[in-house]
T-cell receptor
Framework: AQKITQTQPGMFVQEKEAVTLDCTYD???????LFWYKQPSSGEMIFLIY??????QNATEGRYSLNFQKARKSANLVISASQLGDSAMYFC????????????FGKGTMLLVSP | ETGVTQSPTHLIKTRGQQVTLRCSSQ?????VSWYQQALGQGPQFIFQ???????GRGNFPPRFSGLQFPNYSSELNVNALELDDSALYLC??????????????FGPGTRLLVL
């Protein structure tokens, strides 16, 4: 069974600073994908970034980067130059490449960006 | 490109009633997955439809059922509503299935309150 653990219920950061949101995962599948989604108070889950288990390089998308450490089974999200609009819940999720390939989510981390 | 839409946005029902939630997938996508997100939790997979067939199901009772139509839009039906069914219901659309399932894009969700 797959499991995602997000140990930080909440994080505070000042505008323009960088912040790291932690995510560890557990799976016995050799092939898997890791995702980060942002969920503002409106409820919509917004896709941010994806990392495949066999990708050699860490994924980056604009201000978002994924610090993928396979041996430690961690996939931390780094947001550089935080903006007020980054305040939201952030979810780490994993899919395997067998079966239905559905997403297994963590419990999320609430990020608050202050001016 | 049209994103994922869901209706209604909010719904209040009483125990024992039935509810139908609707989802229009993103243009070009043929897979729809439904998730239930209880307050303070990450989304939990309900089921997935690929080309009008149920392609996978999570740990939800049979009173949760669904449909996918030829245009790939989808419905989630819940019979005999219980208080614990109160949650945000998220629909996600994507292309492909199984190991070929691509990134899932979510709609804004339907907030269901069962009294």
């Amino acid at each position: 069974a797959q499991k995602i653990t997000q140990t930080q219920p909440g994080m505070f950061v000042q505008e323009k600073e960088a912040v790291t949101l932690d995510c560890t995962y557990d799976t016995s599948d050799p092939s898997y994908g890791l995702f980060w989604y942002k969920q503002p108070s409106s409820g919509e889950m917004i896709f941010l970034i994806y990392q495949g288990s066999y990708d050699q390089q860490n994924a980056t998308e604009g201000r978002y980067s994924l610090n993928f450490q396979k041996a430690r089974k961690s996939a931390n999200l780094v947001i550089s130059a935080s903006q007020l609009g980054d305040s939201a819940m952030y979810f780490c999720a994993m899919r395997d490449f067998s079966g239905y390939s559905t997403l297994t989510f963590g419990k999320g981390t609430m990020l608050l960006v202050s001016p | 490109e049209t994103g994922v839409t869901q209706s209604p946005t909010h719904l209040i029902k009483t125990r024992g009633q039935q509810v139908t939630l609707r989802c229009s997938s993103q243009s070009g996508h043929n897979t729809v997955s439904w998730y239930q997100q209880a307050l303070g939790q990450g989304p939990q997979f309900i089921f997935q439809y690929y080309r009008e067939e149920e392609n996978g199901r999570g740990n939800f009772p049979p009173r949760f059922s669904g449909l996918q139509f030829p245009n790939y839009s989808s419905e989630l039906n819940v019979n005999a509503l219980e208080l614990d069914d109160s949650a945000l219901y998220l629909c996600a659309s994507s292309l492909g299935a199984g190991p070929n399932l691509e990134t899932q894009y979510f709609g804004p969700g339907t907030r269901l309150l069962v009294l």
